[in-house]
C-alpha cells in the first residue's frame, strides 16, 4: 500500500515537533516542506535559517525544502511537481491561498494551538497566558479561507502551570499537537471522523498586535498579578520592559523573570527597593520580585547584579 503524500508547511518553533512526529509516522510520506526563507538575526542581522529550515538542516537534509519569496506565485508548481493527497500545517507565517487549500484529496489541515473557537489567529499561546488561562489546548481544523474558523477534526486540553512562560508552554502545547495528530491522520484518512463546525458566537482572536512591544511595558499602574502574567507571555519576545529614573536618568529595564512578592511595604508606587538581597518593585496594588533582568546597555544578569537599582523609580 503506498504512503500518504503529505507537503508540510512549517517555520517556527511549534512547527519542530510536529513535522518531527509527521517523520516518524507510520503510513505516511512527508515528500516536501513549504517554510519561509532565511531571515536576520543578532546584533549584525545575518541571514539564519527558520526553525524548522535549521531543523531540517540538522536532521533530515535529503528532504526537500521550498523557500518561496512569493508562494502564491508558486504553489500551482509545487502542488503539481509533488502532488500531496493531504497538506499539513503548523506556524507557518503566512496565509494559504485558496488553490493550495483546496487541491489536497484529504483537505489541509492546520494544528493549532487554542482550543477553537477561542483564540483564534497568529499569537494564540501568550495571549492565553496574558488572559490569565488555567488551561488551553491544541485544535485541529480543516483549513479555509477565513481565520481558523474551519470545522475542527480533534481537540486536546493542556494545563497552564503558574510558571508558564510562552517559550514552556509553547513546547508543551507542541508535543501534544503532533501526538494529537498521530491519533486523528489515520481516523479523518478512513473516513471515521465528522468534522464539528466551530460556534462563531464563542470567536475570539489573537492578533499578532497584542504582543508588540510597546504592549510589553509594565507602568505604576500595572498591577502585580497583571505584570507577572506580561512577564511570562512576553518570554522569550519581546520581553517584559519598563522605564525607570536613576539620578535624573531614563533607562529601559527588561525583566525576564520575576515573582509575587510576599513582603508588605509602605515604599512608594512604582518604587524599586532592596529587602536584603532580594529587588523588589512596588506596583499599585502590590510587590512583584525582579529575578532576571537587563538594565539598558548592561548584561542580562539576576537580581544580585542589580541591587544598586535599589531607589529607582518608574517612569508611567
Not at 31 to 57: C, S, W, Y
Not at 109 to 115: R, T
Not at 185 to 198: A, F, S, Y
Not at 243 to 267: C, H, P, Q, W, Y
Amino acid at each position: 500500500m503506498n504512503k500518504l503524500r503529505i507537503i508540510f508547511f512549517g517555520s517556527g518553533e511549534f512547527a519542530v515537533p510536529i513535522l518531527d512526529g509527521l517523520l516518524h509516522m507510520a503510513g505516511v510520506n512527508v515528500v516536501a516542506v513549504v517554510t519561509q526563507m532565511d531571515k536576520p538575526a543578532g546584533r549584525n542581522q545575518d541571514l539564519k535559517p527558520v526553525p524548522v529550515k535549521e531543523f531540517i538542516n540538522n536532521n533530515y537534509p535529503d528532504l526537500k525544502v521550498y523557500t518561496p519569496l512569493k508562494y502564491r506565485l508558486e504553489q500551482e508548481g509545487i502542488l503539481e511537481k509533488e502532488k500531496p493527497e493531504l497538506i499539513i500545517v503548523a506556524d507557518y507565517g503566512q496565509i494559504l491561498p485558496e488553490y493550495t487549500i483546496n487541491y489536497p484529496k484529504y483537505k489541509c489541515l492546520n494544528v493549532h494551538g487554542s482550543i477553537l473557537p477561542d483564540l483564534r489567529g497568529a499569537v494564540p499561546i501568550p495571549i492565553a497566558i496574558l488572559k490569565g488561562y488555567k488551561k488551553t489546548g491544541v485544535s485541529i481544523p480543516i483549513m479555509t479561507t477565513g481565520l481558523d474558523d474551519g470545522p475542527v477534526l480533534a481537540m486536546t486540553d493542556v494545563e497552564i502551570e503558574d510558571t508558564d512562560t510562552t517559550e514552556t508552554l509553547k513546547s508543551k502545547l507542541a508535543k501534544a499537537g503532533a501526538e494529537l495528530l498521530e491519533r486523528t491522520l489515520p481516523q479523518w484518512v478512513d473516513g471515521k471522523l465528522v468534522p464539528l463546525e466551530q460556534n462563531e458566537k464563542k470567536a475570539t482572536i489573537a492578533d499578532k498586535t497584542l504582543i508588540e512591544k510597546e504592549k510589553a511595558k509594565i507602568t505604576s499602574e500595572t498591577d502585580s498579578e497583571k505584570a507577572i502574567r506580561m512577564v511570562r507571555a512576553f518570554y522569550p519576545w519581546p520581553v517584559a520592559w519598563c522605564e525607570i529614573d536613576m539620578n535624573g536618568k531614563v533607562l529601559r529595564l527588561k525583566i525576564f523573570k520575576a515573582t509575587i512578592s510576599d513582603n508588605s511595604t509602605n515604599a512608594e508606587i512604582g518604587k524599586i527597593y532592596r529587602d536584603g538581597k532580594k529587588l523588589v518593585l512596588n506596583l499599585n496594588d502590590g510587590s512583584i520580585e525582579l529575578l532576571d533582568l537587563q538594565l539598558e546597555g548592561k548584561k542580562r544578569a539576576g537580581c544580585n547584579d542589580y541591587l544598586y537599582l535599589s531607589g529607582a523609580k518608574l517612569v508611567s
